[in-house]
């Protein structure tokens, strides 16, 4: 983060609005924006790379460009580490999960998954 402070000016609401900063509009590159304060220090303001808020703000901040985190790659690698046999396997030993209800193996592979991705009781590793 640049800790240089520049000086903002936000305008926005429900029909458009406007970011600058040193006076050069960013608006068509920023699709949102955070301000955040701790007290005693300057404002810090992430822009996400259509103003979408309501309300003025005009002083000086830190900047910082935020990338929105995609999780995708993230859950897919995951996915394709999982052994089809050793969740249902693990599925199905889990009477917990098993209520005789609609969907019940797909919410019980469901539920492990997320206790797995979650590091909550994964299977062990054979070599």
């Not at 402070?5 to 924006?33: A, C, F, K, N, P």
Request: charged share 25%; hydrophobic share 45%.
């Amino acid at each position: 983060m640049d800790d240089q402070l520049r000086r903002v000016r936000i305008v926005s609401g429900s029909v458009g609005g406007w970011v600058e900063v040193d006076g050069l509009d960013v608006s068509r590159q920023v699709s949102g924006y955070s301000l955040r304060q701790r007290a005693g220090q300057a404002v810090d303001l992430v822009l996400h790379l259509s103003p979408a808020g309501q309300g003025e703000f005009d002083g000086l901040v830190r900047v910082a460009i935020g990338v929105s985190h995609d999780p995708g790659p993230a859950a897919a690698a995951f996915l394709a580490a999982i052994d089809a046999r050793e969740l249902e396997r693990h599925v199905l030993a889990r009477h917990d999960l098993l209520d005789g209800g609609p969907y019940e193996m797909t919410r019980g592979m469901l539920g492990l998954l997320r206790e797995w991705a979650l590091g909550q009781g994964a299977p062990e590793v054979v070599a």
